[in-house]
């Protein structure tokens, strides 16, 4: 259109921008452009924001040339991105200050988005800081939840960036204008450069705390031992096996055995383990003959009959049944009774040089520990509080980084997911930006409980299966529990192992995965 135009008749071009003003006002809102000002030495400019925005095809410049059509915007995920209420009370997590920041030798306001692909820079700061922008590349940044509208950014610029203490790096910013409490954000590759690992709130208070050093090779896991108070510290108990560790040893229960008056404290625990390629050999022995023919290979009837209560309709059914047949390679029938199954012979693993054992010392309940319990469940059992409704899903908790790493494990322990609530979350559910950031960077899974992992599946509305809890003063609890047995959860727990972590390629060599129970 304003190839077309004379470039003397300003009323066509003002005509003409009241119109795209009413296709789409964001853009003139954007340029602090007021329509009715618009002239025909203006107009071009309009025209090239609605061409980056609607990648228009561009005019024909002669016969020779043909249509030229522009390149679609790259587009990239910005965790921190300022779309909307929503973000704004829900991702601040994810922002983290990184002190002592400088941008061509200037300092600025600098924070650290681990879930941003790009690094940012304010409009503001890039003048200040007298960068070029350039404005031939126009990429559009995106949340991590798809319901959000996306932004297009300012334009581009080159920085030498420097955070205390590590080398300069120059990273391609994308500069955005939009009015914000920071002037450079850093993204995750960035962040690896510049040698910075963030962490979580919660593990920074954790890691401020006291940091004691080990008086007794049982509490030396593998690094100093944080408690808030040296009195917690005192008071855990020494637990350096007496014993070789090569040997199994059968510790017999005492009904002498006194209890411990004080109630255990728990605390954090670190160990380090590596198993090498090939670890496990496979014995064909006499024995290892015996106990394998007590676990038949599964069939389609005996995986219906399993599964058959954890689905609420037919096609349902039979769609749980072909997912877990897409395992029979490792499916086994395992019948109540029986012990473990076969499949390797028991070996002792291989731990890196400077890791211990850590063994925890079980005890019986104290009365303080009792009447806490009781306490916590008077008032369900007085009013008849009953957990009377289906058992839904439990997503899988994605823990923090640990202090000064970046580590991430991802956790399917029931308790551990407890303690992880509290502690990091808040009680609260993991939002989609954690699942995609924990995700995307996963190096670990740990503690896969068998009995806790039937707390992944639903169970039917009509399946009368109940965790009875027993009151000592006020009578009996009953909750709503998965179903848990030795003929069920082994083999659905293995399909599901194999299933999701059979196609990671690059994380075998790497990976632990420790299977309780």
């Not at 920085?159 to 939009?178: G, K, M, Q, T």
Request: net charge negative; charged share 20%; proline share 7%.
């Amino acid at each position: 259109i304003f190839d077309m135009l004379p470039t003397a008749m300003d009323l066509y071009a003002n005509t003409f921008a009241r119109v795209l003003f009413g296709l789409n006002a964001s853009i003139f809102g954007m340029m602090a452009v007021n329509p009715a000002q618009v002239t025909a030495a203006t107009f071009g400019k309009v025209c090239d924001e609605f061409a980056l925005r609607f990648q228009i095809v561009g005019p024909a410049k002669s016969h020779q040339q043909g249509h030229q059509q522009l390149a679609p915007a790259p587009s990239y995920i910005v965790g921190s991105i300022k779309t909307n209420s929503y973000s704004d009370r829900n991702n601040n997590t994810q922002m983290i200050n990184i002190p002592n920041t400088s941008a061509k030798g200037a300092p600025v306001h600098a924070i650290g988005d681990t879930g941003s692909q790009v690094t940012l820079v304010t409009l503001a700061a890039a003048q200040r800081l007298g960068l070029h922008i350039t404005r031939h590349s126009r990429p559009q940044l995106k949340p991590l939840w798809p319901d959000a509208t996306p932004h297009i950014v300012y334009g581009r610029a080159n920085v030498e960036l420097r955070v205390e203490n590590s080398p300069r790096a120059w990273a391609n910013a994308i500069v955005v204008d939009w009015r914000c409490r920071w002037e450079v954000l850093l993204s995750h590759d960035m962040l690896a450069v510049l040698g910075v690992s963030p962490a979580s709130p919660a593990m920074l208070r954790r890691s401020n705390g006291m940091t004691m050093v080990p008086d007794h090779a049982g509490k030396h896991i593998d690094g100093p031992w944080c408690c808030t108070t040296k009195a917690l510290y005192e008071d855990f108990p020494n637990m350096a096996p007496g014993h070789d560790l090569a040997t199994d040893v059968m510790v017999e229960p005492s009904a002498t055995a006194a209890r411990i008056p004080e109630p255990i404290h728990a605390h954090p625990m670190r160990a380090q383990l590596a198993l090498p390629t090939g670890f496990f050999a496979e014995e064909h022995n006499d024995e290892f003959v015996r106990l394998d023919a007590l676990y038949p290979e599964a069939t389609p009837n005996s995986i219906s009959e399993r599964t058959h209560h954890q689905c609420t309709s037919e096609a349902s059914a039979q769609v749980l049944a072909a997912e877990l047949w897409t395992a029979r390679a490792v499916l086994r029938e395992y019948p109540g009774g029986c012990p473990p199954p076969a499949t390797y012979a028991p070996i002792w693993p291989l731990m890196r040089d400077g890791a211990e054992a850590l063994f925890v010392v079980q005890h019986s309940l104290s009365p303080a520990a009792h009447q806490a319990v009781e306490e916590a469940m008077q008032v369900c059992l007085e009013y008849g509080i009953d957990e009377g409704s289906g058992a839904f899903a439990q997503l899988l908790i994605f823990t923090k980084s640990k202090p000064r790493t970046d580590e991430h494990r991802v956790l399917f322990d029931d308790s551990a997911n407890n303690c992880l609530n509290m502690h990091s979350i808040g009680m609260q559910l993991p939002r989609p930006a954690e699942h995609v950031q924990f995700l995307r960077d996963a190096r670990i899974v740990s503690s896969v409980d068998m009995a806790s992992f039937f707390m992944q599946l639903r169970l039917a509305a009509d399946v009368a299966d109940f965790w009875v809890y027993d009151g000592v003063c006020y009578g009996k609890l009953r909750t709503r529990r998965m179903v848990q047995g030795n003929s069920e959860s082994p083999a659905i727990a293995q399909a599901f192992l194999t299933f999701v972590l059979g196609a990671a390629e690059s994380l075998r060599g790497k990976l632990l995965v420790y299977i309780d129970n």
